[in-house]
């Protein structure tokens, strides 16, 4: 961030009566003017800490760990030469680029409440949380992953296709309807809403640009119709996360006191005083999470985790009924493509996931989703495995970006130089002895695709729009 911003006046004094006395004003403004530490979050769908910390290492990264997330670090390169979203550890799904501040969000989600079998993202694009809920749940139950801007919808799902989700199910509403749609469905529910995004000052010059009172009370009764959706879609019993970006207490502290103000008892505030060491210097008296930039050197962030106790009368709304154009799969159809899977690229079906079917078209879904595809249109759910065709199945990137592991027998190591080429979309001939059928490309033993062996050379399966042609990694 330059240091010679300049802050709206009006938004001075409105920060003034929002700062707690303990805290600043002139800390406050030197902490936006200073640049965001980068920092980043390993997918443990794909990588474990301890193994990720080895790659880093020896690519002469330093990792700091943000003390509120497990898996989140902030990082500093030696070579910055090379954007981290072109290393080949990013684009092989095994980190999330993600601002600290944002990884609290979802470790309030999972703070006491770790089997959650049934999770609802509100508003989810581009992917760094729902990746990280994922993550959390092991890729277990189902994760409706829901965004309200279509032309986002693809960015989220390339997201997680790149970091190995298959539990998630993909929606593209306004995210106001789920509490008539579905009420009391959901475990959890993760509501980061949209905001006026004072907190991210410190990486957007242009975040004041259309700053005003009148936008933030504007906003704020968006919110406040999101969180009530929230509860209602959410079971007697269950945690919502409420998060912001953003630092005035009217789409804060005032949106979750709305929601206690409608339903009364039935709404309990968690406090996150304990939630990681020292979180209290950031706690307000109800036990929110204020986050201002100065305290922990990060974006300014909001989040409040609530409890259900009790059921508020919820009621599900009429809806048409809608065609659904899949069809579960028989138990021969199901055995015959997991023997064709396990046959051809040493890949297992997993238990959590069930075979459904749409003309050619071979679909892993969610076994948790089944009780509620009638009651909702949904984009794209868990993933696409193969087309048939009169030989057998043709299966598809996602598959092995999803399942394979880089030990499977059928893997084929490619060097540097041959990598580059296949993120380019070009075949490659690699110097080995040449194997029948399908396999698993790896590169520094991440699956980083599907290829066939044609002749001498591997026939590139990446999806279009994944080919990447500038600045990619060195090594």
């Given at each position: 961030?330059?240091?010679?911003?300049?802050?709206?006046?009006?938004?001075?004094?409105?920060?003034?009566?929002?700062?707690?006395?303990?805290?600043?004003?002139?800390d406050?403004?030197?902490?936006c003017?200073?640049?965001?530490?980068?920092?980043?979050?390993?997918n443990?769908l794909?990588i474990?800490?301890?193994?990720f910390?080895?790659?880093?290492?020896?690519?002469?990264?330093?990792?700091?760990?943000?003390?509120?997330?497990?898996?989140?670090?902030?990082?500093?390169?030696?070579?910055?030469?090379?954007?981290?979203?072109?290393?080949?550890?990013?684009?092989?799904?095994?980190?999330?680029?993600?601002?600290a501040?944002?990884?609290?969000?979802?470790?309030?989600?999972?703070?006491e409440?770790?089997?959650?079998?049934?999770v609802?993202?509100?508003?989810?694009?581009?992917?760094s949380?729902?990746t990280?809920?994922?993550?959390?749940?092991?890729?277990?139950?189902?994760?409706?992953?829901?965004?309200?801007?279509?032309?986002?919808?693809?960015?989220?799902?390339?997201?997680l296709?790149?970091?190995?989700?298959?539990?998630?199910?993909?929606?593209?509403?306004?995210?106001?309807?789920?509490?008539?749609?579905?009420?009391?469905?959901?475990?959890?529910?993760?509501?980061?809403?949209?905001?006026?995004?004072?907190?991210t000052?410190?990486?957007?010059?242009?975040?004041?640009?259309?700053?005003?009172?009148?936008?933030?009370?504007?906003?704020?009764?968006?919110?406040?119709d999101?969180?009530?959706?929230?509860f209602?879609?959410?079971?007697?019993?269950?945690?919502i996360?409420?998060?912001?970006?953003?630092?005035?207490?009217?789409?804060?502290?005032?949106?979750?006191?709305?929601?206690?103000?409608?339903?009364?008892?039935?709404?309990?505030?968690?406090?996150?005083?304990?939630l990681?060491?020292?979180a209290?210097?950031?706690?307000?008296?109800?036990?929110?999470?204020?986050v201002?930039?100065?305290?922990?050197?990060?974006?300014?962030?909001?989040?409040?985790?609530?409890?259900?106790?009790?059921?508020?009368?919820?009621?599900?709304?009429?809806?048409?009924?809608?065609?659904?154009?899949?069809?579960?799969?028989?138990?021969?159809?199901?055995?015959?493509?997991?023997?064709?899977l396990?046959?051809?690229?040493?890949?297992?079906?997993?238990?959590?996931?069930?075979?459904?079917?749409?003309?050619?078209?071979?679909w892993?879904?969610?076994?948790?989703?089944?009780?509620?595809?009638?009651?909702?249109?949904?984009?794209?759910?868990?993933?696409?495995?193969?087309?048939?065709?009169?030989?057998g199945?043709?299966?598809?990137?996602?598959t092995?970006?999803?399942?394979?592991?880089?030990?499977?027998?059928?893997?084929?190591?490619?060097?540097?130089?041959?990598?580059?080429?296949?993120y380019?979309?070009?075949?490659?001939?690699?110097?080995?002895?040449?194997?029948?059928?399908?396999?698993?490309?790896?590169?520094?033993?991440?699956?980083?695709?599907i290829?066939?062996?044609?002749?001498?050379?591997?026939?590139?399966?990446?999806?279009?729009?994944?080919?990447?042609?500038?600045?990619?990694?060195?090594?």
């Open positions: 961030m330059h240091p010679n911003i300049v802050f709206p006046e009006l938004f001075l004094k409105h920060m003034e009566h929002t700062l707690p006395s303990h805290l600043s004003m002139n406050f403004i030197e902490a003017k200073r640049p965001l530490r980068r920092s980043i979050r390993v443990t794909k474990s800490v301890d193994d910390k080895v790659r880093a290492a020896e690519k002469g990264w330093t990792l700091s760990p943000v003390p509120w997330c497990e898996t989140g670090f902030w990082i500093e390169e030696t070579d910055s030469s090379v954007p981290l979203g072109n290393t080949a550890e990013h684009m092989s799904g095994l980190f999330y680029i993600q601002e501040s944002s990884m609290l969000p979802v470790t309030a989600l999972f703070d409440d770790r089997e959650l079998s049934r609802l993202d509100m508003a989810a694009a581009p992917g949380k729902t990280q809920i994922a993550a959390a749940m092991e890729n277990r139950g189902v994760l409706v992953a829901n965004e309200y801007s279509a032309s986002r919808v693809k960015v989220l799902h390339a997201n296709l790149r970091c190995g989700v298959y539990n998630s199910a993909l929606t593209n509403f306004d995210a106001r309807v789920f509490g008539g749609w579905l009420p009391e469905t959901f475990d959890a529910i993760l509501l980061d809403a949209p905001c006026s995004g004072e907190g000052i410190r990486k957007d010059a242009d975040a004041f640009a259309n700053w005003s009172l009148e936008s933030i009370n504007d906003i704020a009764n968006t919110q406040k999101l969180i009530e959706s929230a209602h879609a959410l079971k007697p019993g269950g945690i996360v409420y998060s912001t970006c953003t630092l005035s207490r009217e789409e804060n502290q005032d949106v979750c006191h709305h929601i206690k103000s409608l339903f009364g008892d039935a709404v309990a505030f968690e406090p996150l005083n304990q990681f060491e020292n209290g210097d950031a706690c307000t008296e109800e036990g929110f999470l204020h201002f930039p100065q305290i922990f050197d990060s974006e300014g962030f909001f989040v409040a985790r609530i409890r259900k106790t009790q059921s508020v009368g919820s009621e599900m709304v009429k809806k048409r009924p809608r065609n659904f154009p899949f069809q579960k799969a028989s138990t021969k159809d199901v055995d015959a493509a997991a023997k064709a396990k046959d051809s690229l040493q890949l297992t079906i997993p238990k959590s996931s069930n075979i459904w079917l749409r003309d050619k078209e071979v892993m879904f969610p076994e948790a989703i089944e009780d509620i595809l009638p009651e909702i249109k949904f984009d794209r759910i868990g993933l696409k495995l193969a087309e048939t065709h009169k030989n199945y043709r299966w598809q990137h996602e092995v970006m999803a399942l394979a592991t880089g030990k499977e027998a059928n893997c084929v190591e490619l060097s540097v130089d041959d990598a580059k080429e296949w380019m979309g070009r075949d490659v001939r690699p110097e080995i002895t040449p194997i029948k059928g399908e396999i698993i490309i790896c590169y520094r033993q991440q699956p980083i695709g290829g066939k062996w044609v002749g001498n050379r591997i026939k590139n399966g990446l999806p279009r729009e994944l080919v990447r042609d500038v600045n990619l990694f060195l090594a």
